[in-house]
């Protein structure tokens, strides 16, 4: 007898871990899955480097909120990560506010500097000069990183901004174990060494570079981040720092000017969104391409049987192929900075625009993008730009992209001050229909003017159910960042996968010009001879983007930190 109920405990038991869920059914951990994200109760952050991450979920334990946690990455980041995380850049922010159910997109953009004109990047022959465009001081936009941080840390955080950056000051002045990755990049990347600064900033004193394991301390970057926590973002565009950057542009021919410092404002935009299968999607509006044409895929792909076809098939991958196409043409023509031309965002998001170019796709055989173009009537990735997310408790959502364009910008420090500066006017069309550094070709709505910004792929995004953040996340990747991001969301609302599957599935990325269907590492030979023959031209590349992203659901936070970049990391607050 007493054996009988031990048995039928243990299979009652047994059964419970195995069927046990919560109170919309799904399960807290599936085994059914070899990927498994982190789980949290009181927050979540991710971002590409461990070290930042946590100095998130410190912020949130000690009382701040999303945004005050994100505010304290992103200047971690510029310390830990100087191929990406920034004060010399730019990027987008956006910010989901609970108490006032409340979502925003912070536009820290570069802009060009009030000397810049259509034409300053050709030569004699009227060609772009790609040096002058890419690793000059000319190639510098006004940086927004440092106002778009402070701006949304003084009127959506809830701490002290001095309390916000003391973790950066920290990881600056002690210093922090160099990563093999930095280590690596470091060593590779010899043209650094040819700036000064840079050399002083990155080099050990004999010129050599760190090995991993060994303490790299940023005394000048840190003094940078002193300034701002006293004077906040004034130490940057009229202070200091901003004496420095003017010094160094006048050495040595760059354009930024102390007016230009002066005359830099972040911008505050409505959000682009849409509806997926039920599911709010919002994201960032032009002078981001990223949202538009996010949602212009979305619409095109909720015609087509995604999850019938399932995840990683030659089928879905078709139609998703085929969408991106159209949505990069459309990109080429239409997008530009909206203060300066008119962006048809209401048109290019249009569930029947969507619907007509679903219409347009042969379900086995590919359209050549030769046959493709701007559908409205009327090379390599760089590993530049990175991503982090920021949920907590109280569900407040923060989804951030910034950027020096190239991995170390231009590779020139502002002396005495230890930032890097971007090369972000390689992001205009210096000539109208030559493409830039990611093979992306733009036209006269993206030329370069004074004051303007350059358009960009950046996609901070989240999706909503019922009305609340359900999924945060956004990707680095330069051209690929906007299919990246598709993917992961296709991962999990169409495919149902968790968001550790849904961001370590192999990825896959067309931009209609060139005609190359681009794949990572893990499709299996006989998916990639079944897209062959429906006339794709299949080419093997290295791994696409850093897709760091959190999921919520039965009032747990899931934190995903991409593999594809070693030392990305999420954390939970205790």
């Known amino acids: 007898m007493q054996n009988n109920v031990m048995k039928a405990c243990v299979f009652w038991l047994c059964w419970m871990l195995a069927n046990w869920t ?19 109760e009181q927050g979540m952050v991710v971002s590409q480097h461990h070290l930042a991450s946590q100095v998130g979920a410190e912020i949130l334990e000690q009382g701040g909120n999303a945004v005050d946690a994100a505010v304290a990455v992103g200047f971690s980041l510029a310390v830990v990560l100087p191929r990406a995380g920034n004060l010399g850049g730019g990027g987008f922010m956006l910010v989901h506010l609970a108490e006032e159910n409340k979502t925003l997109a912070l536009d820290y953009r570069e802009m060009a500097p009030a000397a810049a004109h259509r034409d300053m990047f050709l030569n004699a022959e009227g060609a772009v000069d ?110 200091k720092i901003a004496d420095k950057i003017v010094a160094e542009m006048e050495r040595a021919g760059g354009l930024i000017t102390r007016e230009d410092l002066l005359a830099y404002r972040v911008v505050e935009r409505q959000p682009v969104a849409g509806n997926y299968r039920g599911l709010g999607v919002v994201s960032m509006p ?18 087509f049987p995604m999850e019938e076809a399932g995840v990683g098939s030659s089928r879905s991958i078709h139609w998703m192929v085929e969408a991106m196409k159209w949505a990069y043409a459309d990109r080429s023509k239409y997008l530009g900075d909206p203060d300066f031309v008119d962006v048809p965002v209401k048109e290019l998001i249009a569930k029947g625009y969507g619907q007509a170019i679903a219409r347009r796709i042969h379900g086995d055989r590919a359209t050549p993008s030769a046959q493709i173009s701007p559908g409205l009537k009327g090379s390599d990735e760089s590993r530049d730009t990175t ?35 971007n090369n972000e006017m390689d992001d205009f069309s210096a000539k109208p229909g030559a493409p830039n550094a990611y093979g992306l070709i733009g036209a006269e709505a993206n030329s370069i003017q004074p004051k303007k910004r350059p358009l960009s792929s950046m996609t901070p995004t989240m999706v909503f159910k019922d009305g ?22 296709v991962n999990v609302m169409d495919h149902g996968l968790n968001v550790a599957e849904a961001v370590h599935t192999p990825r896959f990325h067309h931009q209609w010009q060139p005609d190359k269907l681009f794949m990572e590492p893990g499709f299996s030979v006989d998916t990639q001879t079944l897209l062959t023959q429906k006339g794709h031209e299949v080419q093997r590349v290295r791994t696409m983007g850093s897709a760091q992203s959190i999921l919520w659901q039965n009032g747990l936070f899931y934190g995903a930190a991409d593999p594809r970049r070693p030392d990305s990391g999420a954390v939970a607050p205790k």
């Open 286 to 303: 032009p002078p981001s391409s990223g949202g538009v044409h996010l949602l212009q895929m979305l619409n095109t792909l909720e015609t």
């Open 468 to 489: 609340k953040p359900f999924l945060v996340t956004g990707s680095p990747g330069g051209s690929r960042i906007i299919t990246t991001v598709l993917q992961v969301l």
């Open 387 to 421: 991503h982090y997310s920021v949920m907590d408790a109280d569900g407040n959502a923060v989804s951030n992209t910034y950027t020096l364009n190239f991995s170390f910008g231009s590779g020139i420090t502002v002396p005495g001050t230890g930032i890097l500066l």
């Open 130 to 239: 790609k040096n002058r465009v890419r690793f000059s001081h000319s190639a510098a936009g006004v940086p927004g990183t440092v106002a778009g941080l402070v701006h949304a840390q003084q009127r959506y955080g809830k701490l002290k901004l001095k309390q916000v950056m003391a973790p950066a000051i920290k990881l600056a002045d002690k210093g922090f174990a160099v990563t093999h990755d930095l280590a690596d990049k470091l060593a590779a990347y010899k043209h650094l060494k040819r700036n000064p600064a840079t050399l002083k900033a990155y080099y050990k004193p004999d010129g050599n570079s760190y090995a991993a394991g060994e303490v790299l301390r940023q005394k000048d970057l840190a003094w940078s981040l002193r300034q701002i926590q006293r004077y906040g973002e004034s130490a940057f565009y009229r202070g």
């Open 22 to 40: 919560l109170a919309d059914t799904a399960p807290i951990i599936r085994y059914d899955s070899i990927h498994h994200p982190l789980i949290g």
